[in-house]
């Protein structure tokens, strides 16, 4: 192992709460490029999922929607990102703007 090499929380950059976010930085999201495999609008969710706090993310999702963007995006196993963020425990703040803004669990079967 390196010396001096960080684990764990030693890793972990210390969150920014009172950062002003413009319109403009969080209309920013939508031109993210997803990874080899992943569908683009999933991967703008999940970016932004990791990267803002539940208010902002709730300030973003009408801009994804405006955006001709799909909240009920699918993963090869059916699977949408509202059942990504339902696996987590602490993110029903998140669950609930995405199932405000009309998404569905992919759990029950095809759209």
């Given at each position: 192992?390196?010396?001096g090499?960080?684990?764990g929380?030693?890793?972990t950059?210390?969150?920014t709460?009172?950062e002003?976010w413009?319109?403009?930085?969080?209309k920013?999201?939508l031109?993210?490029?997803?990874?080899a495999?992943?569908?683009?609008?999933?991967a703008i969710?999940?970016?932004a999922y990791?990267?803002?706090t539940?208010?902002?993310f709730?300030?973003?999702?009408?801009f994804?929607?405006e955006?001709g963007?799909?909240?009920?995006?699918r993963?090869?196993?059916g699977?949408?990102?509202?059942?990504?963020?339902?696996e987590?425990?602490?993110?029903s703040e998140?669950?609930a703007i995405l199932e405000?803004?009309?998404?569905?669990?992919?759990k029950?079967?095809?759209?």
């Open positions: 192992m390196k010396e090499k960080k684990r929380a030693e890793r950059q210390i969150a709460r009172d002003e413009s319109d403009e930085r969080l920013g999201y031109e993210l490029l997803p990874p495999g992943m569908p683009r609008d999933y969710l999940l970016k990791r990267g803002m539940a208010e902002l709730a300030r973003f999702i009408p994804f929607i955006a963007k799909d909240v009920n995006i993963l090869s196993d699977s949408t990102f509202l059942d990504h963020v339902s987590h425990r602490k993110s998140y669950a405000q803004a009309g998404a569905k669990s992919g029950a079967g095809p759209a």
